[in-house]
C-alpha cells in the first residue's frame, strides 16, 4: 500500500526520534531505567490496551517527551528528572487514539434557492467545530475522503498540521472522480488526478459510476504520483477493482447485480429501495460473494464499512436517530440534514419493517469479511444524515460488534487497523516506543463493553493533553455527554503544530 506524501515529514522524524532515544536514557544501579531531558510526561499506573493485540497491562506506565511516546513499560521501571509531569492513572484506561477512516470533515452548508434547488457552499467555520467535536470524542486522525476541492481539503489538513486549526490530523482527498463528458473520458480522469496531486492531496477518491477502464486509469495515474485510491464503487465490482489494484473500498455492502444470481439481475433495481431486493436475494456463501471477499484478502484491500451510515437509513424513521438528543452536536449540520433529507425519505412503513428485517443480513456480510481475513476500520460517514460527529463514531464500534466481532478486535479495528488502511501504522494506531503520542484516558474497561468508549477522561494528541468537556464547551455543545480531564487547561491549538 502506498503511503500520502503529507505524512512523508514523520518519517524523517521518527528516525531523529529513534536516535534520541538512545541518548536520554542512562542505565541506574537500582535496575531502574533513569530518564533525561526536558518535559517528561508520565502516565503511571493506568492498565494499558496498547492496540497490537497483547493482552491488557495493569499497572503500566508510558513516557512521552515532546509528543511522542519514548517508553512503555511497568510502574516503577522507571526513574524521572524532578520536573517530569507524573499524572497517577491508577483505575483508569489506556488506549491508542481513535481513527475514523470516513469522516468528510470539509462541511457544506445548503441553503435553498428560489427554484427549489439546493446550493452547498463550504464553510471552514463549521468545519472547525466539527474537527474539535470529533477529538472531543477520542477520534485524533481522519481520512476525509472527499473534499469540496481538492484546495479545499488540503487547506484544512494543513491548518491542523501547523497547529492553527484544533483538532484530529487529517489525510484527505479533493473533490471525487465522477465519470466526465465527453468523448475523451480516460484523458480527462487522468488530468483531474494530476491536478489534485499538484495540490497536495494524499489520496484520489472514486465515485460509484465509474467503469472498470477510468477506475484502471485513475489507479495507474494515482500510483504513478505515489498516492492511494479509495473507491466507493458500484458499477465497477469490488472484485475487478482488488483486481486493478485499489487501494481500499468504503462501505460494507458492494451492492453491484454482478453478486447476485444471473436470473436476478434483471430485476434489480439499484436504489435504495432496490438495496432490500438486494439484500434479500443475495447469496452470502455463494460463489460471486466468495470470489468477492478472496479477492480482497489476496490484494490486501482494506474495508470501511459504515454501518452507521447505512443504520441511519435503515431505521430512518427510529427515535433512536430522530431524537436523539445528541443530534444537535452541529446545528448546522442538522439544518443540512432538514435540507438535503435521507436517502429514505420516500419509504413506506413497510419498506422500513422489511429494512429492519433484513439489518441482520448487512451485519453477517460484514462478519463474513473479518472471519475470513479482510482488514476492516472503522468510518462514520460523517456528515450522513443523522449521522453525528464523533458521537457516531462509537455507534459504528457497537455495530461492529453486533456483527459478532469481539470488543477487543473492535478497539484494534478502530486504531491499529485504522493506521495500517491509512498508510501510517509506523506512526500511531498503537501504543509503542517511538510513535506519534495519540492516547485516551478512559473511566472504564473498553473490553468489558464498547460503552465505555464514550468514557473519556482526557484525549492526547501528539502528546498535548485536552479535555473532551472544555472542548465541546468551547463549540456550544454543553447537550453533548462529556468528562472533564482533570489534567488540563482550556483547549487551544498548538502553535507550531506537529512535534518534532
Request: with cysteine; hydrophobic share 40%; aromatic share 6%.
Amino acid at each position: 500500500m502506498l503511503i500520502g506524501r503529507s505524512v512523508s515529514p514523520w518519517a524523517t522524524g521518527l528516525l531523529t526520534s529513534l536516535v534520541w532515544f538512545a541518548a536520554c536514557a542512562r542505565p541506574d544501579a537500582s535496575g531502574q531505567e533513569r530518564l533525561e531531558g526536558d518535559q517528561l510526561l508520565v502516565l503511571e499506573g493506568a492498565t494499558l490496551i496498547d492496540g497490537t493485540g497483547a493482552a491488557p497491562r495493569p499497572g503500566a506506565t508510558v513516557v512521552v517527551q515532546n509528543g511522542r511516546i519514548l517508553r512503555v513499560g511497568a510502574r516503577g521501571e522507571f526513574r524521572y528528572p524532578a520536573d517530569a509531569r507524573v499524572l497517577d492513572l491508577a483505575g483508569r484506561y489506556l488506549v491508542p487514539g481513535f481513527i475514523d477512516t470516513h469522516a468528510h470533515v470539509a462541511i457544506l452548508r445548503w441553503k435553498q434557492q428560489a427554484d427549489g434547488t439546493l446550493q452547498g457552499t463550504y464553510s471552514r467555520e463549521v468545519s472547525e467545530r466539527v474537527l474539535r467535536a470529533l477529538l472531543a470524542l477520542g477520534v485524533t486522525t481522519v481520512r476525509n475522503p472527499g473534499a469540496p476541492t481538492a484546495e479545499e481539503g488540503v487547506r484544512l489538513r494543513d491548518a491542523v498540521a501547523s497547529g492553527a486549526v484544533l483538532g484530529p490530523r487529517i489525510l484527505t482527498a479533493g473533490s471525487v472522480l465522477v465519470v466526465p463528458p465527453g468523448p475523451r473520458a480516460e484523458a480527462a480522469v487522468r488530468e483531474e488526478v494530476r491536478q489534485q496531486a499538484e495540490a497536495g492531496v494524499d489520496m484520489i477518491k472514486l465515485s460509484p459510476g465509474l467503469p472498470p477502464v477510468l477506475v484502471k486509469a485513475a489507479i495507474e495515474e494515482a500510483h504513478a504520483r505515489d498516492l492511494t485510491v479509495v473507491g466507493h464503487l458500484q458499477r465497477t465490482t469490488w472484485t475487478e477493482a482488488a483486481r486493478l489494484g485499489i487501494d481500499a473500498i468504503t462501505h460494507g455492502s458492494p451492492w453491484a447485480p454482478e453478486y447476485l444470481a444471473a436470473h436476478r439481475r434483471g430485476a434489480y433495481q439499484q436504489t435504495m429501495r432496490g438495496r432490500l431486493d438486494w439484500l434479500e436475494w443475495v447469496d452470502l456463501q455463494g460463489p460471486e460473494i466468495t470470489e468477492m471477499i478472496d479477492a480482497l484478502v489476496r490484494h490486501r484491500v482494506p474495508v470501511d464499512p459504515t454501518l452507521i451510515a447505512y443504520h441511519t437509513k435503515f431505521w430512518g424513521d427510529d427515535p433512536r436517530h430522530l431524537e436523539n438528543p445528541e443530534r444537535f452536536l452541529i446545528p448546522e449540520i442538522l439544518e443540512d440534514w432538514n435540507a438535503v433529507g435521507g436517502f429514505t425519505n420516500d419509504w413506506t412503513p413497510e419498506d422500513y419493517r422489511r429494512g429492519k428485517r433484513l439489518w441482520p443480513k448487512v451485519l453477517q456480510l460484514v462478519k463474513l469479511y473479518h472471519e475470513r481475513g479482510v482488514l476492516l476500520a472503522a468510518g462514520s460517514d460523517l456528515p450522513n444524515a443523522w449521522v453525528v460527529p464523533g458521537v457516531s463514531f462509537h455507534q459504528e464500534l457497537q455495530l461492529l460488534a453486533d456483527a459478532g466481532i469481539p470488543a477487543s478486535e473492535v478497539l484494534r479495528i478502530a486504531t491499529r487497523n485504522g493506521a495500517r488502511t491509512l498508510g501510517i501504522d509506523g506512526e500511531v494506531g498503537t501504543i509503542e516506543a517511538g510513535k506519534v503520542a495519540d492516547l485516551l484516558v478512559l473511566g472504564a474497561d473498553p473490553t468489558a463493553s464498547l460503552a465505555h468508549t464514550r468514557r473519556i477522561e482526557c484525549v492526547l494528541r501528539a502528546g498535548a493533553l485536552y479535555s473532551p468537556r472544555a472542548l465541546l464547551d468551547s463549540i456550544g455543545a454543553t447537550q453533548v455527554r462529556a468528562q472533564s480531564c482533570p489534567f488540563t487547561a482550556e483547549p487551544r491549538a498548538q502553535p507550531g503544530g506537529e512535534p518534532e
